[in-house]
């Protein structure tokens, strides 16, 4: 099932923070967050396994609630360059086989920083 | 490291025409998606290659969709019989498991994709 993103869009102006949540109805093993620009191929941003992790990119970081399911992105101080279209994508957690599984991408964030 | 590869990438075809993408994916990635993109959505997952074993096929993939990776390097996806609603653009990714834990987690690398009209 296809994890639920929001907001759908936002505009910020630069300088200015975001947060971008992602929310799943099954348990995870990891979630990914991209970034894509119009016109390209989305850009891996970075991943959080399961067991509530936190990580940080720059000015990009995002957590992990292994307990809700539900992973956000912070961008704090945005800069034009984050403008785009950021998707999170899922990975199932299959204990029982040990095998990972495919990414299942929600329906993305448009984000737009003006000047 | 050259990347992932697509060709063509951009196709226009005629309604009932039969079309193939090729894939190559980062020569040490063992793991190759195929995900199917129209505007203003994510992708959307078709099927994923471990090596050439093709281990899982959404239920999206019509019969029409066919995809293959013989030997475990490059991979094509061809649909036949290609309608309106084909058109999106069709992303290949790749990627090899990080070696954490018991699966591992994968980092997908996108190619820049295959853009299908069908007119």
């Known amino acids: 099932q296809q994890p639920v993103q929001s907001p759908q869009a936002v505009i910020l102006r630069e300088g200015e923070d975001a947060v971008i949540n992602c929310s799943s109805s099954?348990?995870?093993?990891?979630v990914h967050w991209y970034r894509q620009k119009h016109g390209e191929a989305p850009v891996f941003l970075m991943i959080?396994?399961?067991?509530?992790e936190q990580k940080g990119h720059e000015k990009i970081s995002a957590s992990f609630n292994e307990k809700k399911q539900q992973s956000s992105l912070y961008l704090t101080a945005s800069q034009l360059s984050y403008s785009g279209t950021y998707f999170c994508?899922?990975?199932?957690?299959?204990?029982?086989?040990?095998?990972?599984?495919?990414?299942?991408f929600g329906t993305g964030t448009r984000l737009q920083v003006t000047l | 490291d050259t990347g992932v590869s697509q060709d063509p990438r951009h196709k226009i075809t005629k309604r009932g025409q039969n079309v193939t993408f090729r894939c190559d994916p980062i020569s040490e990635h063992n793991r190759l998606y195929w995900y199917r993109q129209t505007l203003g959505q994510g992708p959307e997952f078709l099927t994923y290659?471990?090596?050439?074993?093709?281990?899982?096929k959404s239920r999206l993939l019509s019969d029409r969709f066919s995809a293959e990776r013989p030997k475990g390097s490059f991979s094509t996806l061809e649909i036949q019989r290609t309608e309106q609603g084909d058109s999106a653009m069709y992303l290949c990714?790749?990627?090899?498991?990080?070696?954490?834990?018991?699966?591992?987690?994968?980092?997908?690398?996108f190619g820049a994709g295959s853009r299908l009209t069908v007119l």
């Open positions: 959080l396994l399961k067991g509530g």
């Open positions: 290659f471990q090596n050439e074993a093709q281990l899982e």
């Open positions: 990714a790749s990627s090899r498991p990080r070696g954490l834990g018991r699966s591992g987690a994968n980092v997908l690398t």
């Open positions: 099954k348990a995870l093993y990891s």
């Open positions: 994508g899922t990975e199932r957690d299959n204990s029982n086989t040990g095998t990972a599984s495919k990414l299942t």
